[in-house]
């Protein structure tokens, strides 16, 4: 089994702390000032895209393997029994302690949130501390649906050049990305945006990412080219920065802005990722930078820390009486990431790393008995 790499942990801890800062600036009112700083500040939410074309490409890995290299297929139930253990657990205990401090749901409010079932009931009132959690049933919805896209996927592929067919397979679900955005301005349908479709582009972006991780292995290109990917990277997030791309508020952006900013995060984060995906380079100073002990852990409890980071800038508010978009950033800033790093040491430890311990206990190859000695054969007659 492939252990984990601490590169890609080290994206995960600074895309979560991404989150973390757009979430302290908006609550704040520093984001919503001029200036590029601002501005910049207000487009950290490209970590979402990057947590999709991560999933994407960790996840669809296995498969493309099997169709690449003729090795198993996952079984299907195994891996969403690991799917639904890796995610909910914390997230129950997250939620539940928001839900219960600050809304007034009835059952079957708390049902659809419990059930990840948020997203699809748009009419609902906001919760209180959960404002993060709007990603959590478009990632769940991709777990249930990959397995059927790698069937699908892998039957598409058997007709042909493999690794092409798959990638010419997995273009398709950018055309849907492509018709949702378009049909979500066309008909001013915005809650379309907070359902997998809009976003399949990045998780598919994740799933070229691994057919290429598979099909060509280390790619020197990549590897010598890795600055000027992370370079432009930075060019293009900051273009991503200028209202080109829509506004910062709750205002929608208009269908071509929509599109644009669409275009340049599945871009951001494909120039992130590429180097550290198809150019592992332990010894790169990329990959020190990113790999090293402290990031690769961050990006370990990055997940707790996603979710916990909310409740506790919301509790923090609610305790201090800021009013909105007036609080103190240092205080802010400061509070909230020491409080969610000591929730998220504690809960990754406590409950994380416990439910996957019990999805390995239970999927476990059972024990293969003790040989015994063979019984004495007795002479021929």
């Not at 379309?192 to 099909?215: D, I, Q, R, T």
């Not at 290109?221 to 293009?236: E, F, K």
């Not at 916990?308 to 509070?335: C, E, M, N, R, Y």
């Not at 809960?347 to 008995?369: C, F, G, I, N, Q």
Request: glycine fraction near 6%; charged fraction near 10%.
């Amino acid at each position: 089994m492939k252990s984990r790499d601490a590169a890609l942990d080290g994206i995960r801890a600074f895309a979560a702390l991404g989150v973390w800062l757009l979430h302290v600036g908006s609550n704040t009112g520093v984001m919503y000032r001029e200036g590029m700083y601002a501005w910049m500040m207000s487009r950290l939410g490209i970590a979402v895209p990057i947590f999709f074309l991560l999933s994407g490409l960790l996840l669809y890995r296995p498969w493309a393997r099997a169709v690449i290299e003729d090795t198993p297929r996952p079984k299907p139930l195994r891996y969403l029994w690991r799917r639904v253990m890796r995610v909910m657990p914390v997230y129950w205990i997250v939620t539940g302690l928001a839900l219960w401090a600050w809304s007034s749901l009835d059952w079957l409010g708390w049902a659809k949130w419990m059930l990840l079932l948020q997203n699809f009931f748009p009419g609902d009132p906001p919760a209180d501390g959960l404002y993060q959690m709007w990603t959590l049933p478009i990632e769940m919805s991709f777990y249930v649906l990959l397995p059927v896209l790698a069937w699908a996927l892998h039957r598409w592929a058997r007709g042909g050049n493999r690794p092409v067919r798959l990638l010419a397979g997995i273009a398709v679900l950018s055309v849907v990305s492509v018709a949702s955005v378009v049909v979500a301005r066309l008909f001013e349908q915005p809650q379309v945006a907070l359902w997998l479709p809009y976003h399949l582009v990045f998780f598919a972006c994740g799933m070229a990412m691994a057919v290429l991780s598979v099909w060509i292995g280390h790619s020197r290109i990549v590897d010598a080219l890795a600055p000027q990917l992370l370079v432009s990277a930075l060019l293009l997030y900051a273009l991503l920065s200028t209202d080109l791309a829509g506004p910062r508020t709750l205002t929608l952006p208009t269908m071509q802005q929509s599109l644009l900013r669409v275009s340049l995060e599945a871009a951001v984060a494909m120039l992130v990722v590429a180097p550290f995906a198809l150019a592992p380079n332990p010894g790169s100073l990329r990959h020190r930078f990113l790999g090293n002990p402290v990031t690769a852990y961050l990006g370990r409890i990055s997940y707790s820390f996603f979710l916990w980071h909310a409740p506790v800038i919301t509790l923090q508010l609610k305790l201090t009486g800021a009013q909105p978009f007036q609080a103190d950033f240092p205080s802010v800033a400061i509070v909230s990431f020491v409080v969610t790093i000591l929730l998220s040491v504690a809960s990754y430890h406590l409950v994380e790393v416990t439910a996957l311990k019990l999805t390995a206990r239970r999927s476990a190859p059972a024990r293969p008995p003790d040989a015994q000695a063979p019984a004495p054969v007795a002479p021929l007659a």
